[in-house]
């Protein structure tokens, strides 16, 4: 069974903004954290918003409430700014357009024509300031009942049919043919639908993801309908029921505007489990590929191709020896933190397919740990006292780094907090690899080069700093659940993704200056082309549905520290 997504998935951006208002406020813990009515419509990340302090306003007068992204009508805005709250606006900004266009053209005597749901949230806002001259109309048949006007305007409900649209216009057109006519349907879900309509050529059935009080998500299962597919509504993943999937070779995925990235990973990882358990799995290779990159052997094989740059670097022929050392050491390392000291349960929303394979394979796993250890270990004492005094610093700097404390003001100033951990990986994993390469028992030039040693290390060090930041970026919203101190949770994702951007020019200006100067060997222009330039330009699609990407991410991003590995051995033929 195939499984394909819609291209735009997860908040769009007045659910974002709406989400990132109640993180700031909860975070801040300066007093209690209200809501006016439900924030967003997405019950699973509502439930956890509230275990985090959120409540829903109920009067109280003291503390701080936030507008929901539907918005407000003015009287309800005027009574809370008379208050002694403390008010933060999450209304999306394109619903306050629309509100402030039904303002204007009510003032200037207009008949506000709502197209829309009149208990919806948004409608009453929009009611609101239309003061006394709006007017909603469910569908076309409800113009005719409409009062007589002069001048009219007709806009809609945001989250409104897109198709639907031409039918109410030419309705509203037909009464008044001098109407002003402004379609406000905006553009998140003129994509989304315009997505479910794609799939629908493309795929037997639909699964929308989103809360069942959304109205957006309900006409994206309403298109999938009318278009012929099969379409099952779930808010999350114990909504899916097997049987439903029967005999079917192609599943497409949309989900609502308020629907989170986690809750989308989490159904496509029940029916990738469904179509494994069917044996649709994409052939031997696909599930080889799986079956490494979830065990950490994908990435220990990266990582031990860095290592093999490094030494290159520092003008040793390709170490096998240290490559093997670190190939059980990152594997060993990798399952050990996943099982013994944990992750924490952002695991469970950032990589549920991961989650789901621990917990099939547990125990083998664990004593597959215990086995990469030990062979770690022999391969260290191979390669010499440098590899065993490198494996065990590594050891040791991991099980400090996660129980230290952290310094009160960290919190503050955000920004060394968040970069202290992508930091320490990055200079860690340099430090050992130039140092397991110098104290090994392979040949070393006699003095020392330190330049080399810093070019090398360095060399080692902004690969590793890069993965750490862009599994930040891609993991954002699990990790805002559970305060998980990263760049897009203190500074946003648009800026966390801009840093990332310079963080990937300067690992090229690194290796060109290495090269440029000779401190480093011509191999650094083609991991320059396997490292940051084949990473820049996959930035796009890694972005889009940032959160999704599961073990693909992985797949993409340590499949260019193998690249790497290929470089040397090509150079060094």
């Given at each position: 069974?195939?499984?394909?997504?819609?291209?735009?998935?997860?908040y769009?951006?007045?659910v974002?903004?709406?989400?990132?208002?109640?993180?700031?406020?909860?975070?801040?813990?300066?007093?209690a954290?209200?809501?006016?009515?439900?924030?967003?419509?997405?019950?699973?990340?509502?439930a956890?918003?509230?275990?985090k302090?959120?409540?829903?306003?109920?009067?109280e007068?003291?503390g701080t409430?936030?507008?929901?992204?539907?918005g407000l009508?003015?009287?309800?805005?005027e009574?809370?700014?008379q208050?002694?709250?403390?008010?933060s606006?999450?209304?999306?900004p394109?619903?306050?357009q629309?509100?402030l266009l039904?303002?204007r053209?009510?003032?200037?005597g207009?008949?506000?024509?709502?197209?829309g749901?009149?208990?919806?949230?948004?409608v009453?806002?929009i009611?609101?300031?239309?003061?006394?001259?709006?007017?909603?109309?469910?569908?076309p048949?409800d113009?005719?009942?409409?009062?007589?006007?002069?001048?009219?305007?007709?806009?809609s409900?945001t989250?409104?049919?897109?198709?639907?649209w031409p039918?109410m216009?030419?309705a509203?057109?037909?009464?008044?043919?001098?109407?002003m006519?402004?379609?406000?349907?905006?553009?998140?879900?003129?994509?989304?639908?315009?997505?479910v309509?794609?799939?629908a050529g493309?795929?037997q059935?639909l699964?929308?993801?989103g809360?069942?009080t959304?109205?957006?998500?309900a006409?994206?299962?309403?298109?999938?309908r009318?278009?012929g597919l099969?379409?099952?509504?779930?808010?999350?993943?114990?909504?899916?029921?097997?049987?439903?999937f029967e005999?079917?070779?192609?599943?497409?995925?949309?989900?609502?505007?308020?629907?989170?990235?986690?809750?989308?990973?989490?159904?496509?990882?029940?029916?990738?489990?469904?179509?494994?358990?069917?044996?649709?799995?994409?052939?031997?290779?696909a599930?080889?590929?799986?079956?490494?990159?979830?065990?950490?052997?994908?990435?220990?094989?990266?990582l031990?191709?860095?290592a093999?740059?490094?030494?290159?670097?520092?003008g040793?022929?390709?170490?096998?020896?240290?490559?093997?050392f670190?190939f059980f050491?990152?594997?060993?390392?990798?399952?050990?933190?996943?099982?013994?000291?944990?992750?924490?349960?952002?695991l469970?929303?950032n990589?549920?397919?991961?989650?789901?394979?621990?917990?099939?394979?547990?125990r083998?796993?664990?004593?597959?740990?215990?086995?990469?250890?030990?062979?770690?270990?022999?391969?260290?004492?191979?390669?010499?006292?440098?590899?065993m005094?490198a494996?065990?610093?590594?050891?040791?700097a991991?099980?400090?780094y996660?129980y230290?404390?952290?310094?009160?003001?960290?919190?503050s100033?955000?920004?060394?907090?968040?970069?202290?951990?992508?930091m320490?990986?990055?200079?860690?994993?340099?430090?050992?690899?130039?140092a397991?390469?110098?104290?090994?028992?392979?040949?070393?030039?006699?003095?020392?080069?330190?330049?080399?040693?810093?070019?090398a290390g360095?060399?080692?060090?902004?690969?590793?700093?890069?993965?750490?930041?862009?599994?930040?970026?891609l993991?954002?919203?699990?990790?805002?659940?559970?305060?998980?101190?990263?760049?897009?949770?203190v500074?946003?994702?648009?800026a966390?993704?801009?840093?990332?951007?310079?963080?990937?020019?300067l690992?090229?200006?690194?290796l060109?200056?290495?090269?440029?100067?000779?401190?480093?060997?011509?191999?650094?222009?083609?991991?320059?082309?396997?490292?940051?330039?084949?990473?820049?330009?996959?930035?796009?699609?890694?972005?889009?549905?940032?959160?999704?990407?599961?073990?693909?991410?992985?797949?993409?991003?340590f499949?260019?520290?193998?690249?790497?590995?290929?470089?040397?051995l090509?150079?060094?033929?």
């Amino acid at each position: 069974m195939k499984i394909k997504l819609a291209r735009t998935l997860g908040y769009c951006l007045g659910v974002r903004r709406a989400m990132n208002a109640a993180f700031r406020q909860l975070s801040r813990r300066s007093g209690a954290v209200y809501s006016h009515g439900e924030l967003i419509h997405n019950a699973p990340a509502l439930a956890l918003l509230s275990q985090k302090g959120l409540a829903l306003w109920n009067g109280e007068t003291e503390g701080t409430v936030i507008i929901r992204a539907h918005g407000l009508p003015p009287k309800d805005m005027e009574f809370l700014a008379q208050s002694k709250l403390t008010v933060s606006d999450a209304t999306c900004p394109r619903v306050r357009q629309v509100q402030l266009l039904a303002q204007r053209e009510a003032a200037g005597g207009r008949l506000v024509i709502i197209w829309g749901k009149a208990d919806h949230p948004e409608v009453v806002g929009i009611l609101g300031h239309a003061a006394g001259r709006g007017r909603v109309a469910a569908n076309p048949e409800d113009v005719a009942a409409l009062p007589d006007a002069d001048r009219v305007l007709l806009i809609s409900q945001t989250t409104q049919d897109l198709a639907a649209w031409p039918a109410m216009e030419a309705a509203v057109l037909r009464r008044w043919p001098e109407a002003m006519i402004r379609n406000t349907i905006c553009e998140a879900t003129e994509e989304r639908q315009a997505e479910v309509r794609r799939l629908a050529g493309e795929v037997q059935a639909l699964v929308v993801v989103g809360g069942k009080t959304s109205g957006n998500t309900a006409r994206l299962a309403d298109i999938g309908r009318r278009a012929g597919l099969k379409t099952i509504l779930v808010e999350t993943v114990e909504d899916l029921i097997p049987e439903d999937f029967e005999g079917l070779d192609s599943v497409g995925v949309a989900a609502g505007a308020s629907t989170s990235a986690w809750q989308i990973s989490q159904v496509v990882q029940a029916l990738s489990a469904l179509a494994r358990a069917r044996g649709d799995t994409g052939g031997f290779w696909a599930r080889l590929l799986r079956a490494l990159i979830l065990s950490s052997l994908y990435a220990a094989l990266g990582l031990a191709s860095l290592a093999l740059a490094v030494g290159v670097l520092m003008g040793q022929s390709p170490p096998r020896v240290l490559f093997s050392f670190f190939f059980f050491q990152v594997t060993a390392l990798h399952l050990f933190r996943d099982f013994f000291q944990g992750r924490g349960p952002t695991l469970r929303f950032n990589d549920p397919d991961r989650t789901a394979f621990f917990d099939k394979y547990r125990r083998s796993l664990q004593c597959f740990t215990v086995i990469t250890g030990l062979l770690a270990a022999a391969a260290a004492w191979l390669a010499g006292p440098g590899a065993m005094a490198a494996a065990g610093a590594a050891w040791l700097a991991g099980l400090i780094y996660k129980y230290m404390p952290r310094p009160r003001y960290y919190s503050s100033l955000g920004l060394p907090r968040t970069l202290l951990g992508p930091m320490v990986l990055g200079a860690g994993w340099g430090l050992v690899m130039v140092a397991a390469t110098v104290w090994s028992e392979a040949p070393f030039p006699n003095p020392f080069p330190w330049g080399t040693a810093v070019w090398a290390g360095g060399a080692a060090f902004w690969p590793v700093f890069t993965l750490a930041v862009m599994g930040d970026v891609l993991g954002a919203q699990g990790d805002r659940f559970f305060g998980r101190p990263t760049l897009p949770t203190v500074f946003g994702e648009k800026a966390a993704r801009q840093f990332l951007r310079g963080v990937l020019g300067l690992w090229a200006l690194w290796l060109a200056a290495g090269a440029l100067s000779a401190a480093l060997p011509s191999l650094a222009w083609g991991l320059m082309l396997c490292g940051p330039v084949y990473s820049l330009f996959l930035l796009k699609p890694l972005f889009r549905n940032a959160g999704l990407h599961g073990f693909r991410f992985e797949a993409v991003m340590f499949g260019q520290l193998i690249l790497t590995g290929l470089a040397v051995l090509l150079w060094t033929w």
